[in-house]
């Protein structure tokens, strides 16, 4: 055989010996992943191999990282405020109020949480359903439990329950589950362990859909606050003016820890006929026309257990507050 020939035939063996290794070689799985994948086996009980199976379906999506450097609650008040406060949004909670109102004090009854609250945490949440979020739920949890550090372990938390949600009673398959770029989903943006914890099959079809069906997703927004202790017919907050003089607080976060007679005494007194034992704390905004300072009790606190940001509990109180006016006004 002529040189060349050897040559040209020694290549092509080479190159189709390559590509036949490189046609039938098993990807390589991250350690990150099947450290994973072993825990939740050794832990859970879960197959090794099927979730491998299912990580290797999520795709890694930018834009998801890129938000939770942005989150709204970074904002001032008087720069969020706006972004849920809108005409439009009290306006479609009145008219979702009205549609569903039956269905709504009903739950409200039962659960013993106020029922334009019930409506006020979908409405800011999600506009009532028009905006559950664009991205598969499954590419959001696992795109923030291995490419962004400084939350990994909450969020591999939220993916591992994602992995063990009942296929038989939940609505829809976990591969299709759509939601927000945190893997908040349906409605009321559950994360699967508030899911796993709190969702209701309240119109009893045997399934939990947070998604399509109105009893199941009202019926999980009250039970959550119901287990997290709302107060029936309880106040959240209330605006004050502080006293000249008024001593300077700053408070941890929204826990209520002072009886309102001390805040009272450092000057910030409520001018309702409440106890002066019960707890509340304060709460200062930066408002369009100033510092805005708030007495906030437990049910504001409760709400912070929705979403811990203060400023995400008071839109929800001021939502609440619009929604319910208007529902008792005449329907035009």
Known sequence: MPVFSRVFFTLTCAFLTGS?????????????????????????????????????????????????????????????????????????????????????????????????????????????GKNIGKYRVLDALATLSFHYPPREKFFRGELSQLLRLDADRLAYPVEELKGSYAGAMGWGQFMPTSIAKYAQDYDGDGRIDLWNSVPDILASVANYFQSFGWEDAGIVAVRVEPAAGAREITPANSEPVYPLEQLSAWGYATTLDLDPQRPATLLKLEAEAGTEYWVTFKNFHVITRYNKSPLYAMAVMQLAESIAAGVSEPVP
Do not use: C
């Open 20 to 128: 036949a290794a490189a046609t039938t070689q098993t990807p390589t799985v991250p350690d990150a992943q099947q450290a994973f994948a072993a825990e939740q086996a050794r832990e859970f009980g879960l197959d090794e191999k099927t979730v491998l199976a299912t990580l290797a379906k999520a795709q890694y999506q930018q834009s998801i990282i890129d938000a939770m450097t942005r989150p709204a609650e970074a904002k001032p008040w008087k720069a969020y405020r706006p972004i849920f406060i809108t005409d439009a949004r009290i306006r479609s909670g009145i008219e979702f109020y009205r549609a569903n109102r039956e269905l709504i004090e009903r739950i409200s009854t039962q659960f013993h949480v106020a029922p334009e609250i019930i409506v006020a945490i979908i409405g800011i949440e999600t506009s009532y």
